[in-house]
């Protein structure tokens, strides 16, 4: 079983930055490809982010390209979602999941999911 264990959520002020982390537990990290969704009220949840096991490859919907990065450390069985330039449509609960192989980039692929953070971006 995988456990991911998500954290780094808040309040911010619109234009500001916020660092989420994901620490995987229970298998090997370096086999699943890793991803961020959000999820707004009364929205779908959405792939934000995604990235290859090896960290050489990412994926980044449309809405966040030039202002958030993710990140991979697998000596520590963490991801990383660095948000720069935060919108209040930024707002939503951030989830980390994981997909094993190699399908960061489907959002259909992913078999595990953490808790939820929440990021609210004020105007």
């Known amino acids: 079983q995988v456990q991911l264990v998500e954290s780094g959520g808040g309040l911010v002020q619109a234009g500001g930055s916020l660092r989420l982390s994901c620490t995987v537990s229970g298998r090997t990290f370096s086999d699943y490809g890793m991803g961020w969704f959000r999820q707004a009220p009364g929205k779908e949840r959405e792939l934000v982010a995604g990235?290859?096991?090896?960290?050489?490859?990412?994926y980044r919907a449309d809405s966040v390209k030039g202002r958030f990065t993710i990140s991979r450390d697998n000596a520590k069985s963490t991801v990383y979602l660095q948000m720069n330039s935060l919108k209040p449509e930024d707002t939503a609960v951030y989830y980390c999941a994981a997909a094993y192989g190699s399908y960061y980039y489907r959002a259909n692929r992913y078999d595990y999911w953490g808790q939820g953070t929440q990021v609210t971006v004020s105007s």
């Open positions: 990235i290859s096991w090896s960290g050489g490859n990412t």
